[in-house]
């Protein structure tokens, strides 16, 4: 599209002189004005399909779709985390690890790995979500516009919430979408103990 928009704009350039040539010296101005009407149509849509354009729409939507998840989130993690009172340990593992797959539901899947205290919530790669946290990891740049810092403030409350119902040393991770063995954001008793976008 960059050279429709260059080549449109330099023969909207020589069909305006074509233009006003043949005005002044032959008094005729239809086939100049074709001219001048197909040149600017060129430069007009190739200037509209630019890749900058594309690239910004597409931004705005891993924005809105992260924003949409961060929304979720922050509702699941405001609402807390809750157990039957006598129940054991494990007991309260399972109801909190069913509690967080339902509140993460949108976003995708949640495990437990007991070994590690480590809840895992693993984004589907063919949501809006998943492709937006893709779209983080590729450009950096964009996390602050596409509403990171807001969604790793929810995920600490929930850790937060997790340390209050179960007790120290239990953490919550945002794994990378489509790879459930890599962690873009980890937290645990509360606080932020990893973050894959800096």
Request: aromatic letters at 10%; a positive charge; one cysteine or more.
């Amino acid at each position: 599209m960059l050279i429709l928009l260059i080549f449109g704009g330099l023969m909207l350039i020589l069909s305006v002189f074509y233009l006003m040539n043949s005005w002044q010296q032959y008094h005729q101005w239809k086939w100049a004005t074709f001219l001048v009407l197909i040149s600017l149509a060129a430069t007009v849509y190739g200037a509209v399909n630019l890749p900058y354009w594309h690239h910004n729409s597409a931004s705005q939507s891993s924005s809105q779709s992260t924003t949409s998840s961060q929304k979720s989130i922050k509702e699941f993690s405001n609402n807390g985390l809750q157990t039957q009172n006598g129940a054991t340990q494990s007991e309260k593992e399972d109801a909190i690890l069913r509690q967080l797959q339902n509140g993460y539901s949108k976003m995708g899947s949640v495990e437990f790995d007991r070994a590690s205290k480590t809840y895992k919530i693993e984004p589907n790669t063919d949501t809006d979500n998943g492709k937006a946290l893709n779209a983080i990891l590729q450009n950096p740049s964009q996390a602050d516009q596409a509403g990171w810092p807001g969604l790793t403030k929810s995920l600490c409350k929930t850790s937060a919430a997790l340390k209050k119902t179960l007790g120290d040393g239990y953490t919550l991770s945002l794994m990378k979408p489509g790879d459930n063995s890599s962690a873009m954001f980890s937290a645990k008793d509360g606080s932020e103990s990893y973050n894959a976008i800096k």
